[in-house]
């Protein structure tokens, strides 16, 4: 049954009607006891068996040396296997000499480049954690765990506005070029976390053209998504790197990948890139911490994906996995949402998220009652700064772990939670009017 | 030909004649142009081969799960997998759950907890960012990439002679327990790096009755070595543990251990373990920093040693590939060197290292020495913090890399050096001295 009227448009007696029947099927969910989680990025068993001949790729009976014939089981190499530092580059779309190639988690990187910033201090600044006040500009909705990175060291998080083609650039060149304690943005440049848009030539151009008032300013540029299109030809991203050197600031960012949602989640490569003069740096600290990355793994994950056509073809494969489900909760939301005037959502083109806008102050209890019966969302206001968000509207969805046939429901159920959370503001405020009309008459 | 008198008691044509004969070895030796090493502690392939079943461990037809059914190759559990987190907590001899088991470096968990000392502060006190003056003990010789992390951060290294059971107690008790500065200690508890020895019960009963002046006050308790015998039975490390439970200070100390040297030196599985209190504070840090571990490896690590039995079992196999390698040195030393009087050196029982002592002031020429005719040794004084050993006359000796017939010429190469470096020595103090009798004469 399609949807024909809106709800703001509805009367009392048809917007009651409408809750009445939304109640019953909410009453229904909640009868079957569900247990379904939509909330992380987390990549379904079925994408990791993808890679599962990672597992023995690496004959017990070879030693696995890397391709200058060192011995990648021994100590040594702390910026990598040379293999893996072409394969990470090239993904990166940079140059392997500017890549350092690390253990399992590019958000480790991540951590450890704001902590050195604070402790150590970067490009011979002071460090931060010597100053009264740093702050971290963070378009939002973003990713969660970027933002709880600054926040945990005490750094002022600065929530900027994601337009449709990336952030609000007129607020973050404004900020960054005049405000000596804007020291970084988080930036997850190709199918954004949660909004799934790809930051256009434009928005890539003005990052490379900020004049940072802070010498030590950097752009985070966390490009986990540089190769996960759903459709073909996927989103096209504008090379920072290339940007950067045109505009004679080649020191301005740090960029990071990984294979987690290549290969294993848990169990990838993760890599980070800077000019020479910034990986320079990077490494003489890193030479402190630890003697080098596990090295074999390094070797494993190149033994799998080969080169950037390997990992395009492997992509591929997970394409065909998550488009199906991206696509039953765009349906879903489709014929349960559309023309109710009540919520409008992304449809990403690669990524792994669905960021959904359902009206103001109806996102928390959508949440909720989604948690009631079942099925479990991240939190409402996770992807900003401070896990809250001021219009309390936006839901992250996260389809790619849950199989189709769980899909179906819990996206039903989301719908219907939007629908009865939207009925019951529409109500109050309605009735707020009518108290504020009934007063003014009085 | 046995040396029959030392050098001090020789005249001066005796001595110089034995320099001359030495020098002439030392040329033959520099002709040969050979390139050998022994500054490392690193694995040679062949123990290294004795993991490689590792590789393809784990098969690609089945999914790789954990005792708790959860899959290892998604994100998630920070704190390791219950069967590795009991593995590790068998070799240091812990409970399972006081263990949080990481990616390949422990080194990179002791940096991080001093990282997160210094930024987040550790048991609600101030960080040691904000704090005028930072101390830490450093028993010398000692571990250099220790020394190396507390140095990096500006913390302030003290030297702590080592004695022939441990670090000189009394001065450590005196530090920590009057100096509120003194905010931990660098330990090798068992086979310490380099000297070999096992701290004595008392000693380690000393270090849990230690009543320090600064309420953070940690032992950073690196037990690499922990199940690395050369000789059996192996030495026995009492349990701090236990020790510190018993003495009301179950938060003194942070433990350290890994397979890095079980395994493969640079893909192993480390470990942290702490108090519960101690391990929760850590936890809630590191879940900023990443999601978790490589879990897949740390599966791989347990398939491949099972359990402690398992170790032990493993561990014999690198003994019979060590022992003969120490026994090289040793006996070249004691062939070479015996009855000199210029020299001594450690016998260890497990480990990695063989600790030189020559005359004073004659470490670095040693090394010079060796240096040129192809033998690299560990630089003099890098056992020492700020790389500097006073006396001059450690060296460490590491066996473990080169065949054995490299360590025949490494090792009598060494000794020519390092008698040459002792005549030298004798002659130019016997010179000055005959100067200083003449000009009290004229």
């Known amino acids: 049954m399609a949807n024909t009227e809106t709800y703001i448009s509805m009367d009392k007696e048809l917007l009651e009607e409408e809750l009445n029947s939304l109640l019953a099927r909410y009453e229904d969910y909640k009868a079957q006891g569900l247990k379904l989680n939509m909330a992380r990025g987390k990549p379904a068993?079925?994408?990791?068996?993808?890679?599962?001949?990672?597992?023995?790729?690496?004959?017990?009976?070879?030693?696995?040396?890397?391709?200058?014939?060192?011995?990648t089981r021994n100590y040594g190499n702390l910026t990598g296997i040379p293999e893996a530092k072409k394969l990470m580059g090239d993904i990166m779309g940079v140059p392997a000499n500017?890549?350092?190639?690390?253990?399992?988690?590019?958000?480790?990187l991540m951590y450890d480049a704001v902590a050195r910033s604070m402790l150590v201090g970067v490009n011979g600044f002071t460090p931060w954690s010597k100053l009264e006040s740093v702050k971290f500009l963070?378009?939002?909705?973003?990713?969660?765990?970027?933002?709880?990175?600054?926040?945990s060291f005490g750094i002022n998080n600065i929530e900027?506005?994601?337009?449709?083609?990336g952030p609000d650039m007129s607020v973050v060149e404004h900020l960054v070029n005049t405000d000596p304690s804007v020291k970084g943005i988080w930036c997850v440049p190709k199918y954004a976390n949660p909004l799934g848009i790809t930051y256009s030539d434009e928005i890539v151009r003005r990052f490379a053209a900020l004049?940072?008032?802070?010498?030590?300013?950097?752009?985070?540029?966390?490009n986990a998504y540089a190769v996960h299109d759903l459709e073909e030809p996927g989103d096209e991203l504008l090379d920072l790197r290339e940007a950067c050197i045109e505009t004679g600031k080649p020191n301005m960012y740090y960029m990071f990948s990984s294979t987690s949602k290549i290969t294993f989640a848990g169990g990838g490569i993760s890599a980070l890139s800077a000019s020479g003069e910034n990986l320079?740096?990077?490494?003489?600290?890193?030479?402190?911490?630890?003697?080098?990355?596990?090295?074999?793994?390094?070797?494993?994950q190149v033994a799998f994906l080969r080169d950037l056509d390997g990992v395009r073809e492997h992509m591929r494969k997970h394409a065909a996995l998550l488009a199906p489900k991206f696509r039953v909760v765009l349906d879903t939301l489709e014929r349960e949402l559309g023309n109710l005037g009540?919520?409008?959502?992304?449809?990403?083109?690669?990524?792994y998220f669905i960021s959904f806008d359902g009206l103001s102050g109806t996102a928390m209890r959508t949440v909720e009652l989604a948690k009631r019966v079942g099925v479990v969302l991240t939190d409402a206001g996770a992807t900003f700064p401070y896990g809250s968000e001021q219009m309390n509207k936006n839901i992250r969805i996260a389809p790619s772990y849950p199989s189709i046939e769980e899909l179906v429901v819990a996206s039903e159920i989301f719908c219907v939670c939007a629908r009865i959370a939207a009925i019951e503001s529409i109500m109050s405020r309605?009735?707020?009017?009518k108290d504020i009309v009934q007063m003014v008459k009085a």
Chains 1, 2 share one sequence.
């Open 430 to 433: 309605r009735s707020r009017r």
């Open 280 to 300: 320079a740096e990077i490494v003489k600290t890193m030479s402190f911490q630890t003697v080098g990355a596990d090295k074999v793994n390094q070797l494993r």
């Open 342 to 351: 009540i919520a409008t959502w992304t449809k990403p083109r690669g990524g």
């Open 98 to 108: 500017e890549v350092l190639v690390s253990n399992n988690s590019s958000l480790n």
């Open 138 to 151: 963070c378009p939002a909705p973003g990713y969660d765990r970027h933002f709880a990175i600054t926040q």
């Open 160 to 165: 900027i506005e994601m337009m449709s083609n």
């Open 211 to 222: 004049k940072p008032a802070a010498g030590d300013f950097k752009i985070y540029w966390d």
């Open 45 to 71: 068993p079925e994408q990791l068996d993808l890679s599962n001949a990672l597992l023995d790729i690496l004959p017990s009976d070879t030693t696995p040396l890397d391709s200058f014939g060192e011995d």
